[in-house]
């Protein structure tokens, strides 16, 4: 697996993107109020997506990347992890499978290949 994307929720989104960009990071994706995607130098990704922020609940979405998903679900499901939904393909032309870690913090086994980088949608 390789860590490479993670998605933090925000409440603000313009002054979440000015700090994103103030930090360094090149905006990828801009799909305001709601979600825009950053890079680094290095290709890994960060994104903000607007959400109501409940300090009882966790908000952040920690993303694994797979060559194949099919199988990697099925690997994690016979060493009995359950997953909340998927494999499915998304709208943003991500297949992606979702589970829960003990903390409820959300887990993302997803495989993007090129769309997670350069979606047809880049700015």
Not at 28 to 57: K, N, Q
């Amino acid at each position: 697996m390789d860590l490479n994307q993670v998605t933090l929720p925000c409440t603000d989104y313009e002054a979440s993107v000015t700090f994103y960009k103030t930090l360094g990071l090149r905006q990828i994706v801009d799909s305001p109020p709601r979600y825009a995607r950053f890079e680094t130098e290095a290709g890994s990704t960060l994104s903000i997506h607007a959400a109501a922020v409940d300090s009882g609940t966790a908000a952040t979405v920690i993303y694994f990347e797979v060559e194949n998903i099919d199988e990697t679900v099925a690997s994690l499901r016979d060493k009995g992890l359950t997953f909340d939904s998927g494999p499915i393909d998304e709208p943003w032309l991500w297949q992606e499978a979702r589970l829960s870690d003990p903390a409820g913090n959300q887990i993302c086994i997803f495989h993007a290949g090129e769309n997670r980088r350069f979606p047809p949608w880049r700015i």
